[in-house]
């Protein structure tokens, strides 16, 4: 079993910035890829950003050069620093992981998200 746990989640104004990060932990052999998406109310989970085992980046078009993502392989964490955040921002933010277990069997996990509020 894989747990994530996401931290930094919380209230910031217009324009402010926020660091979430997570942390992956359990029957972990390796971790392939791992990401924050993104659910706002009324809204479909969307991709924020996500990180390989090789260090690729991938992000959502409308965070490019506001968010940057990373990742500290020995910690199994990752994390998002948010720069001028706007209020449709607004969201719960998930970390997601894809690898495989100690047994190698694969797995593919979410975390139980973080709140993200944009506001004045």
């Known amino acids: 079993q894989v747990q994530l746990v996401e931290s930094g989640g919380g209230l910031v104004q217009p324009g402010g910035s926020l660091t979430l990060s997570c942390t992956a932990s359990?029957?972990?052999?390796?971790?392939?890829?791992m990401g924050w998406y993104r659910q706002a109310p009324g809204k479909e989970r969307e991709l924020v950003a996500r990180?390989?085992?090789?260090?690729?980046?991938d992000y959502a078009d409308s965070v490019k050069g506001r968010f940057t993502i990373s990742r500290d392989y020995d910690k199994r964490t990752i994390y998002l620093q948010m720069n001028n955040l706007a209020p449709e921002e607004t969201a719960v933010y998930y970390c997601?992981?894809?690898?495989?277990?100690?047994?190698?069997?694969?797995?593919?996990?979410w975390g139980q998200g973080t709140q993200v509020t944009v506001s004045s």
């Open positions: 997601h992981a894809v690898g495989s277990h100690t047994d190698f069997r694969s797995f593919d996990s």
């Open positions: 359990g029957s972990i052999f390796s971790i392939d890829t």
């Open positions: 990180v390989t085992s090789h260090g690729t980046t």
